[in-house]
């Protein structure tokens, strides 16, 4: 009886100490709270490895993807569809860079940092579109 209670003490420690890992809900709206268009919202956030992102088609026309080198090394890109709901489970550290493809000209990006990490300098190298970059910049200062 003591080694059956004890054996299931432990189990119980080691469930205890095993961190659970959080899903996070991203709205993709074309006119967020503050009354700008095409947004994700939140548009940063900070999660940590094996976390997992939900991205909520609110409005029509809205998609999640990564944005061209803008995921960490030996990450896998994702793509979701149109007005369609997508969940992702990042487990490799780094800053992704989440664009809607449609809205992408018009500004339609997020920043997810996974883990304790730092954005790397060259996060926003190559052709962006302005209002993308401008936005991009703007959740790059919340680091």
Do not use: W
Not at 65 to 84: I, Y
Not at 110 to 124: K, N, Y
């Amino acid at each position: 009886m003591i080694r059956k209670l004890a054996a299931g003490m432990a189990i119980f420690a080691l469930m205890g100490s095993v961190a659970l890992a959080e899903t996070v809900e991203i709205q993709m709206l074309n006119k967020g709270p503050d009354g700008e268009r095409m947004v994700f919202e939140p548009a940063f956030v900070r999660v940590a490895p094996g976390d997992t992102i939900r991205f909520v088609a609110t409005d029509r026309g809205d998609n999640a993807e990564t944005g061209d080198g803008m995921l960490p090394e030996g990450a896998e890109a994702f793509k979701g569809r149109n007005n369609e709901e997508i969940e992702v489970t990042l487990d490799i550290e780094g800053v992704y860079g989440v664009i809607c493809k449609p809205h992408f000209a018009m500004g339609m990006v997020m920043t997810i940092a996974v883990g304790d990490v730092e954005a790397p300098e060259d996060f926003l190298e190559g052709r962006l579109p302005r209002k993308a970059k401008e936005r991009f910049e703007a959740q790059l200062a919340r680091f």
